[in-house]
């Protein structure tokens, strides 16, 4: 099938809809311009995503014919100054025919445009190029920049197409190009570590930054950059406000002119909740994109939703009741709570995305909103949760969803007795099934299952831990991944900026910010374990410091 009208517009309507999501890139931040080659790449990787997933679109070709361009200003990458024969458009789309088939000369994309007079209408082709044209055009007309970017575009569009089950004429490079012709049989030093950490970690940076923006308007005498640049620098050190770090960060940076303490909280102050997780889901949908074109990451699996709170407050919350709720362990003391979704089990882990937790809301809200994000950018099969999770309305969401998921259950009554008998005849393990009330003669049916602890300190039915299942007891052994929020968590708070503020806007973007440098750690250390070794595995070989440090020194992304 052939794209359409229709399909064409169903396919841009998708883009807009998208909450993380800005095309073109140019119109939504002020760090791109429209001759941008950043920029073009990402919108390629924007469009492509979401092309190839059409039903009528299964042609690679169609889509180098279609993909929008007139806004690009191509004319700053020309180094012929006056009139040609070809537009730089129209080559740049010749060119990338040519890498989506990998030819290596001119010859074979001429002898095929040829035998194709319905491509070259598409292409505003009215004649065929010449072998010397098309060579003095890549060779002297393109600067370099330019071809890579032709490479590049052609690469994604492969990586793209084949993630969506559409035929390609060629397998795409699934990693990133490799930075030493004599590395084959690399050995993991530090140094190498090092080395291609801080290449991969330039280019990440180039992918995520752009998605946050503080909308300060034009003429700013500080760069934006600098501001993201200062609050990673506060990541990096334990426990370091602004103000203290805006005064240290003077005399670190390389920058003319840095952000003062004090201007620096009043612009993240101006930021919205809303506003803050939009340019989250933006930075970590293109992470994923990134990530996504490794053999080693597995878009699908399982997700793992927590809560976790901040150090307990210990000021006058008069005022804030509804942002400082309490613990999650009902003690006498207070805290604001943040919720994630994060990949746990074989996937790197990278937080999808984080939401605040006020007062009077419900689980179920939490769990939904989370779900609803996740699921637009990767695909989910399990979710696990703690036992603060154990609604039956919650569970009944997720089967309604086509979710399987695995909960600890709150033992009561029923469940006390259940672990006293099996304590009695000495049984590990024991399943049953159950129905929870949902109320108005409505029901949850579910699987609890008994599972005795290895080496328990308790001589009673406290042995005992009870789960919730819709998919089996051989999906029980996958709740041990949910640790990996835990010690995820653990890592994040160390990223955080200290403040004392109670502004909740400001409290909450240093704590997606330390969850989006987390992110960034862990798919940098991903990709740079694909380009030494060839595979991944969950144990990082670059440190979390190595990276906060790289990514201040290469780019500020922070």
């Not at 690009?72 to 006056?82: I, L, N, S």
């Not at 939904?368 to 399990?382: C, F, R, T």
Request: hydrophobic share 35%; proline share 3%; glycine share 4%.
């Amino acid at each position: 099938m052939s794209q359409t009208r229709d399909s064409r517009r169903a396919v841009f309507r998708r883009i807009a809809r998208q909450s993380y999501t800005q095309w073109p890139v140019y119109d939504s931040t002020p760090l791109y311009e429209r001759s941008s080659l950043d920029g073009l790449e990402s919108d390629i990787r924007i469009v492509s995503q979401t092309w190839f997933r059409h039903d009528r679109h299964e042609s690679i070709e169609n889509f180098a014919c279609a993909l929008p361009l007139a806004y690009f200003e191509f004319g700053t990458h020309d180094r012929y100054g006056g009139s040609t024969h070809y537009e730089m458009d129209t080559l740049f789309r010749v060119f990338l025919l040519k890498e989506l088939h990998g030819w290596a000369h001119e010859t074979a994309l001429i002898e095929y445009l040829e035998c194709r007079p319905a491509l070259c209408d598409q292409l505003d082709l009215e004649t065929v190029p010449d072998q010397s044209t098309l060579w003095r055009s890549w060779h002297k007309r393109f600067p370099d920049e330019f071809r890579s970017t032709v490479e590049t575009a052609a690469r994604t569009i492969l990586v793209k197409a084949q993630n969506a089950d559409v035929a390609v004429p060629r397998e795409p490079e699934r990693r990133l190009p490799s930075h030493d012709a004599e590395e084959d049989e690399l050995e993991l030093e530090d140094q190498a570590v090092l080395n291609e950490a801080e290449t991969i970690t330039e280019h990440v940076s180039r992918i995520v930054f752009p998605a946050l923006s503080l909308d300060r308007g034009d003429g700013c005498e500080i760069h934006e950059n600098a501001y993201w640049d200062l609050q990673t620098y506060l990541g990096l050190r334990e426990r370091l406000a602004a103000n203290e770090g805006a005064r240290s960060f003077v005399y670190e940076s390389t920058r003319d002119r840095t952000p003062l303490g004090h201007a620096h909280r009043e612009h993240i102050r101006d930021l919205s909740v809303s506003g803050i997780r939009k340019m989250y889901r933006q930075a970590v949908n293109r992470l994923l994109s990134e990530v996504a074109e490794t053999e080693q990451f597995f878009r699908a699996g399982i997700v793992a939703i927590d809560i976790t709170e901040a150090d307990p407050f210990t000021g006058d919350r008069t005022g804030y009741e509804d942002e400082i709720i309490g613990t999650k362990e009902k003690t006498d003391e207070y805290a604001y709570q943040w919720a994630t979704i994060q990949l746990v089990g074989n996937a790197v882990p990278i937080v999808l995305d984080v939401r605040p937790v006020q007062k009077g809301e419900s689980r179920l809200e939490i769990v939904k909103d989370l779900l609803d994000s996740a699921e637009e950018m990767v695909h989910v099969d399990n979710v696990l949760m703690d036992r603060e999770f154990d609604s039956q309305h919650v569970l009944e969401m997720l089967s309604q969803r086509g979710l399987s998921y695995v909960v600890p259950k709150r033992m009561q009554t029923s469940e006390k007795a259940q672990a006293k008998r099996l304590l009695q005849r000495d049984q590990d393990r024991y399943e049953t099934d159950r129905k929870l009330h949902l109320g108005k003669n409505e029901w949850h049916e579910t699987t609890l299952i008994y599972r005795r602890k290895e080496d328990s300190e308790h001589d009673d039915h406290r042995q005992y831990s009870v789960f919730m299942t819709n998919c089996g007891s051989g999906h029980l052994t996958e709740y041990g991944y949910r640790w990996e929020i835990e010690s995820g968590y653990r890592s994040i708070k160390r990223f955080m900026a200290a403040t004392t503020s109670k502004d909740f806007g400001l409290r909450f973007f240093y704590f997606a910010f330390a969850c989006l440098l987390y992110s960034i750690w862990r798919a940098v250390d991903l990709l740079v374990q694909v380009e030494l070794t060839g595979e991944y595995e969950h144990s990082p070989i670059v440190t979390a410091d190595n990276t906060l440090t790289l990514l201040k020194k290469e780019t500020g992304i922070g």
